[in-house]
């Protein structure tokens, strides 16, 4: 029987329509039989429109119900073209290297292929979807023209993170990466060395995607891919590999999506504001790691070497049992030190204005949230904090991350061996205190993240290459040893002003100067010792 306190809570809280009353709670019907309760679904009488139903690009219906309907536009990208398959032998081995479908015989025409991979978050339903070249599309004096190269068969469903590629023709043979492989409906793709243009229509004959062959029309014997995939220009392949394609897969073989393990690297793509600037994240995960295995986010310093970095931390985390993850914040992408040290929270951060203030979306220091969330679902781990461990530059970026987004998901964080710092005093100018930066102090949050400062007993050189001296920096020391615990004391003495704990702390690592490689096998045995 159900109470009047009951229907109270139905009211208060459940949604229904406006014909609850003639039929019934509407909030628990199912009328269209899909599974979701009325309160879930977007559309109740469409079996076809409910969450998670596979997306029809630009048919104006959202049927997954994520609030809008995908665009090839933003939800497919071309990611690799191979428009000139190779007749050469260049490795060696008696055979023709073009045989990108792997049938064992190289064609001109059946290895050319289209690689086309899913950037969104719903299942994309792409039946019905075409691919052109110039010729079929544009020239009606030829005997093809109106026939499109390849139509996209009707039950073609692309998972989030899947590549659909499409051949010329031929037998295709091999896994390409747990790709949907395809053969051109019209036996040829017929994509033109010397210039062409590919073009991707929705299932409305509506032009979505192209690519455009006449700028990189010099005969590669190979295909262009974005470097790095799914986010930066096209180069040809060899340029940063050792092969000639890579059809179904990463640059690198590995499959998009994948879940990462053993010794590699990904490229993040940042949602919003940074969306333009991918970061390759190189990383170790060993053996046994499990859903519970720490994660530990490894910063470089201002050489931007995070391979090296990665390197220095995989027999730490053979050992302790951790997954480290190396970001490369490139001098391309975030350069000089306002961009990658200073967080990219002004413009100048030597001149901080309110003028040049950075929404917070667009500082450096915003990817770090989403880069552990990226991590987490690509190792599938159960972790809710990540450690840290920044070295010189990596300790700048990391102590600043502390300071001005002090409520993130952080275990401890590591900083080692920084230059210089901001110090959390509102009296000091930025970038060394707070002074005209966005940070007040007024109930310091940042106190209580587990920052921690580890210094080379030996990092004294006052000379030391690239060791920043101004009047503001030398007023913390004239080496890395004395200005770390000036930062300390200063540190102590504002939260002891402020009446409020601090957890920050300074460690001291005997015999070991300005070397990244020494202040990480110690800052590995650290940590081990801090979490058990």
Same mark, same amino acid.
């Given at each position: 029987?159900?109470?009047?306190? %009951?229907?109270?809570?139905?009211?208060?809280?459940?949604?229904? #329509?406006?014909?609850?009353?003639?039929?019934?709670?509407?909030?628990?019907?199912?009328? =269209?039989?899909?599974?979701?309760?009325?309160?879930?679904?977007?559309?109740?009488?469409?079996?076809?429109?409910?969450?998670?139903?596979?997306?029809?690009?630009?048919?104006?219906?959202?049927?997954?119900?994520?609030?809008?309907?995908?665009?090839?536009?933003?939800?497919?990208?071309? %990611?690799?073209?191979?428009?000139?398959?190779?007749?050469?032998?260049?490795?060696?081995?008696?055979?023709?290297?073009?045989?990108?479908?792997?049938?064992?015989? *190289?064609?001109?025409?059946?290895?050319?292929?289209?690689?086309?991979? %899913?950037?969104?978050?719903?299942?994309?339903?792409?039946?019905?979807? #075409?691919?052109?070249?110039?010729?079929?599309?544009?020239?009606?004096?030829?005997?093809?023209?109106?026939?499109?190269?390849?139509?996209?068969?009707?039950?073609?469903?692309?998972?989030?993170?899947?590549?659909?590629?499409?051949?010329?023709?031929?037998?295709?043979?091999?896994?390409?990466?747990?790709?949907?492989?395809?053969?051109?409906?019209?036996? %040829?793709?017929?994509?033109?060395?010397?210039?062409?243009?590919?073009?991707?229509?929705?299932?409305?004959?509506?032009?979505?995607?192209t690519f455009d062959v006449e700028p990189l029309s010099n005969n590669p014997n190979e295909s262009y891919?974005?470097?790095?995939?799914?986010?930066?220009?096209?180069?040809?392949?060899?340029?940063? #590999?050792?092969?000639?394609?890579?059809?179904?897969?990463?640059?690198?073989?590995?499959?998009?999506?994948?879940?990462?393990?053993?010794?590699?690297?990904?490229?993040?793509?940042?949602?919003?504001?940074?969306?333009?600037?991918?970061?390759?994240?190189?990383?170790?995960?060993?053996?046994?790691? =499990?859903?519970?295995?720490?994660?530990?986010?490894?910063?470089?310093?201002?050489?931007?070497?995070?391979?090296?970095?990665?390197?220095?931390?995989?027999?730490?985390?053979?050992?302790?049992?951790?997954?480290?993850?190396?970001?490369?914040?490139?001098?391309?992408?975030?350069?000089?030190?306002?961009?990658?040290?200073?967080?990219?929270?002004?413009?100048?951060?030597?001149?901080?204005?309110?003028? #040049?203030?950075?929404?917070?979306?667009?500082?450096?220091?915003?990817?770090?949230?989403?880069?552990?969330?990226?991590?987490?679902?690509?190792?599938?781990?159960?972790?809710?904090?990540?450690?840290?461990?920044?070295?010189?530059?990596?300790?700048?970026?990391?102590?600043?991350?502390?300071?001005?987004?002090?409520?993130?998901?952080?275990?401890?964080?590591?900083?080692?061996?920084?230059?210089?710092?901001?110090?959390?005093d509102p009296a000091v100018t930025f970038p060394y205190g707070l002074g005209a930066s966005p940070q007040?102090?007024?109930?310091?949050?940042?106190?209580?993240?587990?920052?921690?400062?580890?210094?080379?007993?030996?990092?004294?050189?006052?000379?030391?290459?690239?060791? *920043?001296?101004?009047?503001?920096?030398?007023?913390?020391?004239?080496? *890395?040893?004395? *200005?770390?615990?000036?930062?300390?004391?200063?540190?102590?003495?504002?939260?002891?002003?402020?009446?409020?704990?601090?957890?920050?702390?300074?460690?001291?690592?005997?015999?070991?100067?300005?070397?990244?490689?020494?202040?990480?096998?110690?800052?590995?045995?650290?940590?081990? =010792?801090?979490? =058990?």
């Amino acid at each position: 029987m159900t109470s009047l306190s %009951n229907i109270v809570l139905l009211l208060a809280f459940g949604p229904w #329509t406006q014909n609850s009353w003639a039929s019934g709670w509407c909030w628990w019907n199912d009328d =269209d039989q899909d599974g979701f309760w009325a309160y879930e679904d977007c559309d109740d009488n469409d079996a076809t429109i409910a969450p998670g139903m596979p997306e029809i690009p630009d048919d104006g219906i959202d049927q997954d119900c994520d609030g809008s309907d995908a665009s090839l536009e933003t939800a497919l990208l071309i %990611n690799e073209v191979h428009y000139d398959p190779s007749n050469a032998d260049l490795d060696g081995d008696g055979n023709e290297d073009g045989d990108a479908n792997g049938d064992g015989t *190289r064609s001109s025409s059946a290895d050319e292929f289209v690689e086309l991979v %899913n950037v969104s978050d719903s299942t994309l339903d792409l039946g019905g979807v #075409t691919l052109w070249d110039d010729e079929n599309l544009n020239d009606p004096g030829a005997s093809t023209f109106g026939v499109p190269n390849h139509l996209v068969p009707s039950d073609t469903l692309l998972e989030p993170a899947e590549a659909l590629v499409v051949f010329g023709g031929g037998t295709p043979t091999g896994a390409f990466g747990g790709a949907i492989v395809q053969t051109s409906t019209s036996g %040829n793709l017929n994509l033109n060395n010397s210039g062409d243009l590919l073009t991707v229509q929705d299932a409305a004959g509506v032009d979505r995607l192209t690519f455009d062959v006449e700028p990189l029309s010099n005969n590669p014997n190979e295909s262009y891919t974005r470097n790095p995939d799914l986010a930066g220009p096209f180069e040809q392949h060899d340029d940063n #590999t050792d092969v000639l394609f890579s059809p179904g897969t990463r640059s690198d073989g590995t499959a998009f999506g994948a879940a990462v393990a053993g010794t590699g690297s990904f490229t993040f793509v940042p949602d919003g504001a940074l969306s333009d600037r991918p970061v390759n994240v190189h990383y170790h995960v060993p053996a046994g790691a =499990d859903a519970y295995t720490p994660i530990v986010l490894v910063f470089h310093g201002a050489s931007r070497n995070a391979a090296e970095y990665r390197d220095a931390w995989i027999a730490e985390a053979d050992t302790h049992d951790f997954a480290v993850f190396a970001p490369e914040f490139t001098d391309t992408l975030f350069p000089t030190g306002d961009a990658y040290n200073l967080g990219n929270i002004f413009e100048d951060g030597d001149n901080p204005t309110t003028a #040049t203030l950075n929404p917070v979306d667009e500082w450096t220091l915003s990817l770090v949230e989403p880069l552990f969330d990226e991590v987490v679902d690509r190792t599938g781990s159960c972790e809710t904090v990540f450690h840290a461990f920044g070295h010189s530059a990596g300790a700048q970026f990391l102590h600043r991350l502390a300071i001005f987004l002090p409520d993130g998901p952080y275990g401890t964080l590591i900083a080692a061996n920084s230059g210089w710092y901001t110090v959390p005093d509102p009296a000091v100018t930025f970038p060394y205190g707070l002074g005209a930066s966005p940070q007040e102090l007024e109930c310091p949050t940042w106190f209580d993240v587990e920052l921690v400062v580890h210094i080379g007993s030996d990092d004294t050189d006052p000379n030391s290459p690239g060791l *920043r001296h101004t009047v503001e920096a030398d007023a913390q020391g004239l080496n *890395r040893y004395d *200005r770390a615990y000036y930062f300390l004391q200063e540190s102590e003495a504002v939260a002891l002003a402020e009446s409020v704990s601090i957890e920050w702390e300074l460690v001291e690592v005997p015999g070991v100067g300005h070397v990244q490689e020494d202040m990480a096998d110690f800052a590995g045995d650290w940590l081990a =010792d801090r979490l =058990d």
